[in-house]
Structure formats: structure tokens, C-alpha cells
């Protein structure tokens, strides 16, 4: 260590920190986790529209409702459920929407335990905390992970499944168990089409590998299979309950959504996922090609390399023959990156992983200044220049007094300082404070600057404006918007709205939402009338419009 570091080195707690590395990385795990879950308005992406199906929720019958939903490749009833109650339990003390994401702790920390038990069932204890390490490292994971999705929920029963599937060959009865819970979480907490996923992984290993064609294995499929027949069966039990016509309507749904879903890729689809996973899965990529050298053609004779690679080919096929037109969807695959990678990880060249230490520490440090003159530009109004400039990025912004947030972000920057000369030689130890750099830097931003950000980001001012000129009473809303902007209209607005004109009791609508492009010019003509026009505040490119019914002028 260089001179001036040994000043900031406790020789107990480094030795303790390098010795135990378990209980650091279990620390990260969770602070990674929980980070960024609540104090946010729900931003576009595809957490606005499961938000308002939520909203759409009653008491009286969630059958019924769940019915409704028309888009069921979104997520299953199982994460509707739990996030409604989890919406009920924190109701007097957290907005709806940071509620259910509250829901996604109990996915991300169960993937993650998960993936660290696999490690551990195929290569033994130094895997067991490098591979979640290298999972929550992924650059891609961290943002999408904590805005509501079922994404966190298919990579949790994905890790599960294949717990159980690892340790099937030598626990029969407990590696049973374990797929069949895995595969129900898929079943009924995401879309249909992912149950493709452990099927293929099953069907590609009963062909490369003896132990996989056994009578034990047999077994654990059996238990898997009796699991997952009840847990559906349950599921169909609740939905007769409610009315005897409910399980041919959920079963036709979910089918048809499945099979809608799956599609020949066209070649923009296969390059803009294939461009993607470079950074998404950075900089687990690195360890999961240096280990698939490593181990070589010998490796992948032992199931131990077999397992992951199978189940990376399964959610490759699953996801390249899917929709799929966003980040998140690539969540999923780094479970077989993170599992491979930690393989050779103690093995890297010291290179290698010299230059990816000193890369994390320089980029964390770089991320740190760079959150605190944001911050302060944007709070106190220093640096001037950058100050003005987000005030033309968000005009009217006023920070809110913060001294808890600054005093705690003050904690965690000293923190972050005092670890990273706490943490000795290892050959695990640029991942160690990759993953550290990552996670210090993500509560960074939450605490500094996610207000801001979500100021910026929110539609619930401009919903609230807008709704300011609606009658209570109305027939109908049609909204003519993006599928997230009618969702947050839905949410904040309390209203559910239509996206084509129609006749209701002899009546039309009466109301219009139409977004544009700002400096579109597109007026609607009678028998609509524009009695209000707004956006987000600072939002150049989005512009919306409320025309009433001019009754008498169709």
C-alpha cells in the first residue's frame, strides 16, 4: 500500500473484512437492494403501466379485476397479489406506488441468495459471494431492477429453479422441491412464455449429461411437477371460486398472450440486443469469457459448467424469439454470467484485474465529486454555471431542505473512503470493489439526486393541472397517449380512460387527451374544444392537450 493509504488502514478491520468477505458482500447485497425502492414517483417505463393496473385494483374482487388487465404478458397474478398487499400493509405510511415497489426487496434478495447457494452447490464457498457480487455489479441491473417490473420476480424463480436443479442429482427430494417452487414463481408471477425457459434447460440437459437422465433426477422432476400442479391448481381453485368461467378466461388469456408473443426475430431486434449486452452485463462479460478459457474444452464435460451455459441458451432462445424492446428483458441472462464468471474468478491475470481495481476506484471517485457538484449546483446554487443550467433543464426548481439525506450521503462518502484502503490483496478484490464502488455510488445518487431527478422525470403536476379542468362527472375520457403516459394519467388522474372514440349509453365522450410533439401544430377540430395544454415541467419534446365535447356540434 502506498504511504499515505496505511494512514486510513485499521489492521483489524482490514484483516477481518479480507478474512470474512461473506459478511461485507451480504451488507452490499442488501443496501444494493433496498436503495432506490421508495421516494420516487413512478417514472415512464413499464412500471407506469403495471402502477395503474394496480390502481385499477378493488377490494371487491381481484379476480375480476386481474381479468381485465389486457395486457397479461406483464406479469402474472401472483405479483399483482403480493404487491396489493404489500400496498395495503404500508398504506399509512407510503404512497401506493412505493409500496409495491417495496415488493421487488423480497425478489431481488431471494435471487440473489439464491445465486449465491448455486455457487456454492457447484464450486464451493469462494464462489457462493463472487457470484452475487458479479450479479448486482451488472451495470444493466441496477436502475431497471428497482422500478417495478416482473423482471426481479422471473430472475428470482429462475434462481431458485436452478438451485434446484444443481442439486437435484445429489438431494433428490430437496432439489425437487426447489424446482417446482421455482417454476410456479414463474408460472404464476410472470408472463407465460418464461415457463419456456426451464423446460428447455431440463430438455437440454437430459440430453448432455447422464446424471440428468437418472432415476434420482426422475424423482425430483416428479416432486417438481406435483408442486407446480398444485400451486396452479390453487391458482384455478380461487378463480372458480369467484365464478366457475374464470379459469377457461385466465388459461385462454395467458395462452394467447404467450403465443402472441413469440415471433421470428427480425435483424433490427437481434442487433439491438446483441449491442446492448456489452454494457448490461458489464463487467461481468469479463470474468464469464476468462472463465469459459480457463476451464476449456474439460470443463464443459462436468455439469458443473454444463448448468449455466444450458441455462444461458435457454433464456437466450426464450429472449430472441420473444418481444422484447427494452433493457430490462436482458435481466435474466446475467444469472448463467454471474454463476460462469465466478468460476475462474480467483484465477484472472493480476493484470486484468489490477486494471479493473483501479478503473472502479477512478470511475467511483469521478461519480462521487461529480454527485456532490451536482448536488450543490442544484441546492445551495454552486457552481453558478451549472447551477443555471439545471434551472434550464427544470425551471422553477426549489430543493427542499435535506439535512438528514446530505448528512447521511456525508456517512457513506466517508464510508466508501475508509473501505476502500480497508480491503487487502485478494484475488477476488477488484470485484469486491467494483461491486462496492457500484452499490456506495447508487445510494449516492438516491440520497443527492434522485429529487431532482424526479422532478424532472414526474407526470404528477401536470396530470394533477390537467384533471383541475375535468368535471367529476364525465362520461368518458378517450386518451390518445403512449401506453406509459396513459398509465400515469390513469394513476394520478384516478380515472380510466379509452384510446379509441366510442358510445356510451347513447352518449360520446366527453373528454379528449391527445399528446404531440411540442412544436407540432396539430389542432383538433369541432366537435372538440382545447380548454387546457401542458407538459412536464422543463420536457421539450412531449405536449399534451385536454379538448372537451362541444355537445350539439358531432
Same mark, same amino acid.
Given at each position: 500500500?502506498?504511504?499515505?493509504?496505511?494512514?486510513?488502514?485499521?489492521?483489524?478491520?482490514?484483516?477481518?473484512?479480507?478474512?470474512?468477505?461473506?459478511?461485507?458482500?451480504s451488507?452490499?447485497? /442488501?443496501?444494493?437492494?433496498?436503495?432506490?425502492?421508495?421516494?420516487?414517483?413512478?417514472?415512464?417505463?413499464?412500471?407506469?403501466?403495471?402502477?395503474?393496473?394496480?390502481?385499477?385494483?378493488?377490494?371487491?374482487?381481484?379476480?375480476?379485476?386481474? &381479468?381485465?388487465?389486457?395486457? /397479461?404478458?406483464?406479469?402474472?397474478? %401472483?405479483?399483482?397479489?403480493?404487491?396489493?398487499?404489500?400496498?395495503?400493509?404500508?398504506?399509512?405510511?407510503?404512497?401506493?406506488?412505493?409500496?409495491a415497489?417495496?415488493?421487488? +426487496?423480497?425478489?431481488?434478495?431471494?435471487?440473489?441468495?439464491?445465486?449465491?447457494?448455486?455457487?456454492?452447490?457447484?464450486?464451493?464457498?469462494?464462489?457462493?459471494? /463472487?457470484?452475487?457480487?458479479?450479479?448486482?455489479?451488472?451495470?444493466g441491473?441496477?436502475?431497471?431492477?428497482?422500478?417495478?417490473?416482473?423482471?426481479?420476480?422471473?430472475?428470482?424463480? #429462475?434462481?431458485?429453479?436452478?438451485?434446484?436443479?444443481?442439486?437435484?442429482?445429489? $438431494?433428490?427430494?430437496?432439489?425437487?422441491?426447489?424446482?417446482?417452487?421455482?417454476?410456479?414463481?414463474?408460472?404464476?408471477?410472470?408472463?407465460?412464455?418464461n415457463?419456456?425457459?426451464p423446460?428447455?434447460?431440463?430438455?437440454?440437459?437430459?440430453?448432455?449429461?447422464?446424471?440428468y437422465?437418472?432415476?434420482?433426477?426422475?424423482?425430483? %422432476?416428479?416432486?417438481?411437477?406435483?408442486i407446480?400442479?398444485?400451486?396452479a391448481?390453487i391458482?384455478?381453485?380461487?378463480?372458480?371460486? +369467484?365464478?366457475?368461467?374464470?379459469?377457461?378466461?385466465?388459461?385462454?388469456?395467458?395462452?394467447?398472450?404467450?403465443?402472441?408473443?413469440?415471433?421470428?426475430?427480425?435483424?433490427?431486434?437481434?442487433?439491438?440486443?446483441?449491442?446492448?449486452?456489452?454494457?448490461?452485463?458489464?463487467?461481468?462479460?469479463?470474468?464469464l469469457?476468462?472463465?469459459?478459457?480457463?476451464?476449456?474444452?474439460?470443463?464443459?464435460?462436468?455439469k458443473?459448467? *454444463? #448448468?449455466?451455459? =444450458?441455462?444461458?441458451i435457454?433464456?437466450? #432462445?426464450?429472449?430472441?424469439?420473444?418481444?422484447?424492446?427494452?433493457?430490462?428483458?436482458?435481466?435474466?441472462? &446475467? #444469472?448463467?454470467?454471474?454463476?460462469?464468471?465466478?468460476?475462474?474468478?480467483?484465477?484472472?491475470?493480476?493484470?486484468?484485474?489490477?486494471?479493473?481495481?483501479?478503473?472502479?476506484?477512478?470511475?467511483?471517485?469521478?461519480?462521487?465529486?461529480?454527485?456532490?457538484?451536482?448536488?450543490?449546483?442544484?441546492?445551495?446554487?454552486?457552481?453558478?454555471?451549472?447551477?443555471?443550467?439545471?434551472?434550464?433543464?427544470?425551471?422553477?426548481?426549489?430543493?427542499?431542505?435535506?439535512?438528514?439525506? =446530505?448528512?447521511?450521503?456525508?456517512? &457513506?462518502?466517508?464510508?466508501?473512503?475508509?473501505?476502500?484502503?480497508?480491503?487487502?490483496?485478494?484475488?477476488?478484490?477488484?470485484?469486491?470493489?467494483?461491486?462496492?464502488? &457500484?452499490?456506495?455510488?447508487w445510494?449516492?445518487s438516491?440520497?443527492?439526486?434522485?429529487? !431532482?431527478?424526479?422532478?424532472?422525470k414526474?407526470?404528477?403536476?401536470?396530470?394533477?393541472?390537467?384533471?383541475?379542468?375535468?368535471?367529476?362527472?364525465?362520461?368518458?375520457?378517450?386518451? *390518445?397517449?403512449?401506453?406509459?403516459?396513459?398509465?400515469?394519467?390513469?394513476?394520478?388522474? $384516478?380515472?380510466?380512460?379509452?384510446?379509441?372514440?366510442?358510445?356510451?349509453?347513447?352518449?360520446?365522450?366527453?373528454? %379528449?387527451?391527445?399528446?404531440?410533439?411540442?412544436?407540432?401544430?396539430?389542432?383538433?377540430?369541432?366537435?372538440?374544444?382545447?380548454? !387546457?395544454?401542458?407538459?412536464?415541467?422543463?420536457?421539450?419534446a412531449?405536449?399534451?392537450?385536454?379538448?372537451?365535447?362541444?355537445?350539439?356540434?358531432?
Amino acid at each position: 500500500m502506498l504511504k499515505p493509504g496505511s494512514y486510513f488502514r485499521h489492521e483489524k478491520t482490514a484483516v477481518s473484512i479480507t478474512n470474512n468477505p461473506m459478511l461485507l458482500t451480504s451488507l452490499l447485497c /442488501v443496501a444494493w437492494t433496498m436503495f432506490g425502492l421508495i421516494g420516487h414517483d413512478p417514472w415512464k417505463s413499464e412500471e407506469a403501466l403495471l402502477i395503474s393496473h394496480l390502481s385499477q385494483f378493488t377490494s371487491s374482487d381481484f379476480c375480476l379485476d386481474l &381479468l381485465a388487465i389486457n395486457d /397479461v404478458t406483464l406479469a402474472g397474478p %401472483l405479483f399483482y397479489l403480493i404487491a396489493i398487499n404489500f400496498i395495503e400493509i404500508w398504506s399509512s405510511v407510503l404512497a401506493p406506488h412505493d409500496a409495491a415497489r417495496l415488493t421487488l +426487496s423480497v425478489w431481488l434478495l431471494s435471487a440473489i441468495l439464491f445465486t449465491a447457494l448455486t455457487a456454492g452447490e457447484l464450486w464451493g464457498r469462494t464462489q457462493s459471494w /463472487v457470484a452475487p457480487l458479479l450479479l448486482i455489479g451488472s451495470v444493466g441491473l441496477l436502475v431497471k431492477s428497482h422500478q417495478l417490473s416482473a423482471t426481479p420476480v422471473l430472475i428470482s424463480g #429462475l434462481a431458485i429453479f436452478f438451485y434446484g436443479l444443481a442439486s437435484a442429482p445429489r $438431494r433428490s427430494i430437496v432439489g425437487g422441491v426447489w424446482l417446482g417452487l421455482g417454476v410456479s414463481i414463474i408460472l404464476l408471477g410472470t408472463a407465460f412464455q418464461n415457463v419456456a425457459i426451464p423446460i428447455f434447460t431440463i430438455f437440454l440437459m437430459s440430453l448432455i449429461n447422464l446424471r440428468y437422465r437418472g432415476l434420482r433426477f426422475t424423482a425430483s %422432476l416428479a416432486i417438481a411437477g406435483l408442486i407446480v400442479i398444485m400451486s396452479a391448481g390453487i391458482w384455478l381453485t380461487i378463480l372458480n371460486q +369467484s365464478d366457475p368461467s374464470f379459469p377457461a378466461r385466465w388459461v385462454a388469456l395467458t395462452w394467447s398472450g404467450a403465443t402472441d408473443s413469440f415471433k421470428v426475430p427480425s435483424m433490427h431486434e437481434l442487433i439491438y440486443q446483441t449491442s446492448a449486452l456489452p454494457w448490461f452485463t458489464w463487467p461481468t462479460w469479463i470474468f464469464l469469457v476468462w472463465s469459459l478459457w480457463v476451464e476449456g474444452r474439460e470443463g464443459l464435460k462436468r455439469k458443473e459448467l *454444463q #448448468l449455466p451455459i =444450458v441455462l444461458g441458451i435457454a433464456i437466450t #432462445l426464450v429472449l430472441v424469439f420473444t418481444t422484447i424492446n427494452k433493457e430490462s428483458g436482458l435481466g435474466p441472462i &446475467l #444469472l448463467p454470467f454471474a454463476l460462469i464468471g465466478s468460476i475462474a474468478a480467483s484465477r484472472i491475470p493480476r493484470s486484468v484485474g489490477t486494471a479493473l481495481y483501479w478503473f472502479a476506484i477512478m470511475a467511483s471517485a469521478f461519480f462521487t465529486i461529480t454527485a456532490w457538484v451536482y448536488f450543490s449546483a442544484s441546492h445551495f446554487g454552486f457552481p453558478q454555471e451549472l447551477s443555471e443550467h439545471l434551472l434550464e433543464l427544470l425551471p422553477g426548481y426549489e430543493s427542499e431542505k435535506r439535512d438528514i439525506a =446530505v448528512l447521511l450521503a456525508a456517512l &457513506l462518502t466517508a464510508t466508501w473512503f475508509l473501505l476502500i484502503f480497508n480491503i487487502k490483496r485478494l484475488p477476488e478484490r477488484s470485484i469486491l470493489i467494483w461491486a462496492m464502488n &457500484l452499490t456506495f455510488g447508487w445510494m449516492l445518487s438516491v440520497l443527492l439526486l434522485f429529487h !431532482w431527478i424526479d422532478e424532472r422525470k414526474t407526470y404528477a403536476p401536470m396530470v394533477h393541472s390537467m384533471m383541475r379542468h375535468i368535471d367529476p362527472n364525465y362520461d368518458c375520457i378517450i386518451a *390518445q397517449v403512449g401506453p406509459a403516459q396513459r398509465g400515469l394519467i390513469q394513476y394520478y388522474g $384516478r380515472i380510466v380512460t379509452t384510446d379509441i372514440y366510442i358510445e356510451k349509453n347513447g352518449q360520446s365522450c366527453d373528454y %379528449l387527451i391527445y399528446q404531440d410533439h411540442s412544436e407540432a401544430d396539430n389542432h383538433i377540430g369541432l366537435p372538440w374544444s382545447m380548454i !387546457w395544454e401542458g407538459g412536464r415541467v422543463g420536457d421539450r419534446a412531449e405536449r399534451y392537450r385536454l379538448y372537451k365535447r362541444e355537445i350539439g356540434l358531432d
